[in-house]
């Protein structure tokens, strides 16, 4: 993280003249996966040179909009729009910081207020009314056939594709495919009478904003989509029990997983209708499959797909990462 003084970066400048905002104010600049940040005292100014990621700043304006006269937490959208440098995305700052750099320092009884808050939120996420269908454009691209520039969040009803994706390798094992299928084909008709929520899609510390034990907006709705409620629970448990795979930038670290061991408890106290699906941990790991088998589809590094077609084949067996949490 640097201090950038006063708007002197020149493409924070060009930005903030896009927006028709003044070029003052104290910016730190951060890093990100996908984007550049700066970080205002009033607001946040997000850049996405990434063209993997199409329209992400347009569909993220799109949901935050249907968020407008909700109970859910968020940033305000200022302004979005394209420039030479790239799209660009400015939204209000929250009090408080991230969920990922405020729970090394927190006590017991304020990270479970911070998880309890969390609840709620996700709870009034997902009473929004969602269109039917809706997609990151990125990710609709992707099922379409294009290449691939994430593999989260699980769309359930494009698991099969992806099973014949795998199957389309060269060096796919058609074996473990062909189970694979069945075993999913057996899975689908839990999910036959879901009802699809708006779900985050990627919800874990660094997507949340706290301050003094409380949520002050869950942010970062570029992977927003139309899935069933537990999806949430997917990516959540999946931060718990692989927490240091989750740095908020490449060159960070992630939290030790044994810090977020009561997480799961504290969001089923609070939010406990997200746990009361029939046949929960089949569901999960269903959705689990799906992110294993888009890695082994189309991750381009083999060593990648190695991992995901071992893991694949643990799931076969009745095992992944939720054997050791307490949910």
Not at 84 to 92: A, K, R, T
Not at 157 to 166: D, K, N, P, R
Not at 297 to 320: C, F, T
Request: proline fraction near 8%; include cysteine.
């Amino acid at each position: 993280m640097t201090d950038s003084g006063w708007a002197t970066d020149p493409v924070l400048r060009r930005t903030l003249v896009a927006a028709g905002l003044p070029v003052v104010g104290r910016f730190v600049s951060k890093g990100g996966w996908v984007s550049r940040v700066w970080v205002g005292d009033e607001y946040v100014v997000r850049l996405n040179s990434n063209e993997r990621f199409r329209d992400a700043y347009r569909h993220e304006a799109a949901v935050v909009g249907l968020l407008a006269g909700s109970e859910v937490p968020h940033a305000r959208r200022l302004a979005h729009g394209d420039g030479p440098d790239g799209p660009w995305y400015i939204s209000e700052r929250l009090p408080g910081r991230t969920l990922y750099d405020a729970w090394p320092g927190a006590d017991s009884h304020t990270r479970q207020a911070m998880i309890e808050s969390l609840g709620a939120a996700l709870r009034a996420l997902h009473r929004v009314p969602v269109p039917a269908g809706l997609l990151p454009p990125w990710l609709a691209d992707a099922l379409a056939g294009k290449p691939w520039p994430a593999f989260h969040p699980p769309v359930v009803s494009a698991t099969l594709q992806q099973v014949e994706a795998a199957r389309r390798l060269p060096s796919n094992d058609s074996r473990l495919l062909a189970d694979v299928a069945d075993w999913v084909q057996e899975r689908l008709a839990l999910f036959a009478t879901d009802v699809p929520v708006l779900v985050h899609g990627d919800l874990h510390g660094s997507n949340v904003i706290v301050d003094q034990g409380r949520v002050t907006g869950i942010i970062d709705f570029a992977e927003a989509l139309a899935q069933p409620a537990d999806v949430e629970l997917d990516t959540i448990l999946r931060w718990c029990a692989r927490a240091r795979e989750y740095p908020p930038t490449p060159d960070e670290q992630g939290l030790a997983e044994t810090t977020l061991a009561e997480v799961p408890g504290w969001l089923h106290s609070a939010y406990p209708e997200l746990f009361e699906r029939e046949q929960l941990r089949e569901r999960l790991n269903f959705y689990d499959m799906y992110g294993e088998l888009a890695l082994y589809a189309h991750h381009p590094q083999p060593e990648i797909r190695k991992a995901a077609q071992h893991r694949i084949a643990r799931l076969l067996s009745g095992h992944n990462h939720l054997d050791g949490l307490a949910w």
